[in-house]
């Protein structure tokens, strides 16, 4: 089982991804990414695991953030 910290990394990259799609797609303020299966993903990996996770969600986070879409300066 991950280490509670890297719980709670995860599921704090999870939400900046989450806001990242949503103002790059530009759904409605407010909107969230559903993670219905982070809490027990978490919960029976290890840390190496969620390490790739929180790695992942962060190199996503970061592509999303620099999208360009046409007409954008």
Request: glycine share 4%; net charge positive; proline share 3%.
């Given at each position: ?5 890297l ?11 989450g806001?990242a ?14 993670a219905?299966?982070?809490p027990?993903?978490?919960s029976n ?15 996503q ?13």
């Open positions: 089982m991950a280490s509670e910290k719980r709670r990394e995860a599921q704090k990259a999870w939400v900046e991804y806001q799609v949503v103002k790059a797609f530009e759904f409605p303020q407010g909107s969230v990414i559903a219905d299966g982070l027990q993903m978490l990996s290890s840390d190496a695991q969620v390490k790739k996770l929180i790695a992942w969600l962060r190199e986070t970061k592509e999303v953030r620099s999208m360009k879409f046409v007409g954008e300066p």
